[in-house]
């Protein structure tokens, strides 16, 4: 028997090739042992240590929503990347967020619903029950995205506002911290690392982007951030007001029209590389210029600009 143990023990995995950069000046190597040694209780209440510890919050020992959307960028990552590492993709950040929107979920939208769903899914209820913390199971065996778990102040309710709004904040966090330094052309950009799972061929960054595939509630989520961030100068609500002030029909393009819109939002003339608006009030920029670089393709030769964009979104949206 000690020897059919041996046998089936796993060597530990190397050091992964990802760096454990903070922003917060956290040391991430004992996290890193306990999750190598598969030690999952004692790697999820560190976890939360350190989140704690990132938000200043560890006198008070919990965290609000805003706190969450405060998280330094660069720590999540690296938390998120280590839970994913070392668990073989079955626990961690990632996982979560992949399940809360398997369910039906939106990230960053909390329901009772779809909580209870994820609930069942990641085995934290039984038979319609929430589980006590100390019913988990921490081992690997546990069902995907099981853990980590103490990242909402234990397995109840208040969990799911931890889940959604923490799989909101890694998803978007590069977005949002440009749009909240103002960086707008660096946030445009950013966009398309958020919609590369709409490519024709997701295993390439410079595949052909899909734009009409773009669910709605991505194109809702990037719009209300532009919203929020540029005190609604900037969005594809914004936009579209000027399609239609400009008499721009989506299901018939004429170009006099096109063109009027692209005058009226200041795309006319703009180069790609530009980072002239990088930085400035929001009211120098002409209203309704971002977002613009959803329309970048790799597959567009020569200007390597879909120009026509806007009008190719799903309908249904609410854009038009």
């Known amino acids: 028997m000690i020897l059919q143990s041996c046998l089936l023990e796993q060597p530990p995995k190397p050091d992964p090739l990802f760096q454990l950069t903070s922003t917060a000046n956290i040391d991430y190597k004992p996290l890193q ?33 805003s706190d969450v959307e405060k998280l330094a960028c660069e720590d999540l990552h690296t938390l998120a990347q280590l839970w994913n590492y070392y668990s073989d993709s079955r626990f961690g950040f990632i996982q979560q967020q992949k399940i809360w929107e398997s369910v039906g979920g939106i990230v960053g939208n909390y329901t009772p619903e779809i909580a209870e769903k994820f609930g069942d899914r990641v085995g934290w209820r039984r038979q319609g029950q929430w589980k ?19 990242t909402g102040n234990g397995v109840s309710g208040g969990v799911w506002n931890g889940v959604a709004s923490i799989t909101h904040r890694l998803k978007y966090c590069h977005f949002v911290d440009a749009l909240a330094s103002q960086q707008w052309v660096t946030a445009d950009w950013k966009i398309l690392d958020l919609l590369d799972p709409y490519r024709a061929d997701t295993r390439s960054a410079t595949a052909s982007l899909l734009i009409a ?61 530009e980072d002239d608006y990088n930085g400035v009030d929001p009211q120098t920029i002409p209203r309704g210029h971002f977002p613009y670089r959803i329309g970048y393709s790799y597959e567009t030769f020569g200007s390597g600009f879909h120009r026509t964009w806007r009008l190719d979104l799903n309908p249904n949206c609410g854009f038009y």
């Not at 030690?39 to 350190?50: E, G, L, S, V």
């Not at 239609?244 to 170009?255: A, I, Q, R, S, Y």
């Open 213 to 273: 595939d773009i669910p709605c509630s991505e194109l809702q989520e990037i719009d209300r951030l532009w919203l929020k961030y540029s005190n609604k100068r900037f969005g594809l609500s914004v936009q579209t007001a000027f399609l239609k002030t400009t008499g721009n029909d989506p299901k018939e393009l004429n170009w006099e029209h096109y063109a009027d819109f692209e005058r009226a939002v200041g795309w006319s003339g703009v180069h790609h590389q």
């Open 33 to 65: 042992a306990l999750l190598r040694e598969h030690q999952w209780k004692a790697a999820d209440r560190a976890t939360f240590q350190i989140l704690l510890k990132i938000s200043q919050r560890e006198a008070e020992g919990w965290l609000s929503q």
């Open 132 to 150: 006590t913390y100390e019913q988990l199971k921490f081992s690997k065996s546990a069902p995907e995205g099981h853990l980590p778990a103490t």
